[in-house]
């Protein structure tokens, strides 16, 4: 049984939305089996910008620094998503459960899975591991999965860009 299917890869996949916007309705459905979920959606014509608007309700989680304001905001929104859990066998996965009810539209399911996953990563890791790239201007959501709980760049590119910069700005010679 899996004990968390709403936790890592649900943050992750919603930051892949959101470092990554995908052109259609079907590059949305591919990167939710790029993250692992397996259920079919019923097709709704508002489906792409209902999800984008998912997205970017997230993103007002991800730039809210404080921790009760970062629970504010997941509260509502598990509060419009969630349903009462349900035990759940589909598509070969074994058993797991859904905090949604069935059958829902894709924007309705990745709110319920990505609010829900994104507190449970917050709980579980802490409420500082989701953030914006610090280096700047990039802008790109970064992920904290690290064991010591300090990832602050969203690639090694990054991270090294922003070291340089440290450098030169001591007055090292480049």
């Given at each position: ?7 890592e ?16 309705r ?14 079919e ?6 489906d792409?910008?209902r ?17 009760g304001g ?8 598990m ?7 349900r035990?759940?066998?589909?598509d070969?996965?074994?058993?797991h ?5 069935d059958?829902?539209a894709?924007?309705?399911v ?16 802490g ?10 201007p ?7 999965v690290?064991?010591n ?15 340089v910069?440290?450098?030169r700005s ?5």
């Amino acid at each position: 049984m899996h004990l968390n299917p709403y936790g890592e890869y649900a943050v992750l996949l919603a930051a892949s939305l959101a470092n990554e916007w995908p052109d259609s309705r079907a590059g949305v459905v591919e990167r939710t089996r790029e993250f692992g979920m397996t259920m079919e959606f019923p097709v709704c014509p508002e489906d792409h910008q209902r999800t984008r608007r998912v997205v970017d309700d997230w993103l007002e989680i991800v730039r809210t620094p404080d921790p009760g304001g970062r629970a504010a905001l997941l509260n509502t929104q598990m509060a419009d998503a969630t349903a009462y859990p349900r035990l759940t066998d589909h598509d070969g996965e074994g058993w797991h459960l859904h905090y949604r009810d069935d059958n829902q539209a894709l924007p309705s399911v990745l709110r319920a899975v990505i609010s829900v996953g994104t507190s449970l990563h917050l709980v579980t890791r802490g409420m500082h591991r989701l953030g914006i790239c610090a280096a700047e201007p990039c802008g790109q959501v970064v992920v904290d999965v690290t064991r010591n709980g300090r990832q602050r760049y969203c690639s090694v590119r990054c991270a090294n860009r922003a070291a340089v910069r440290r450098h030169r700005s001591r007055g090292a010679p480049a």
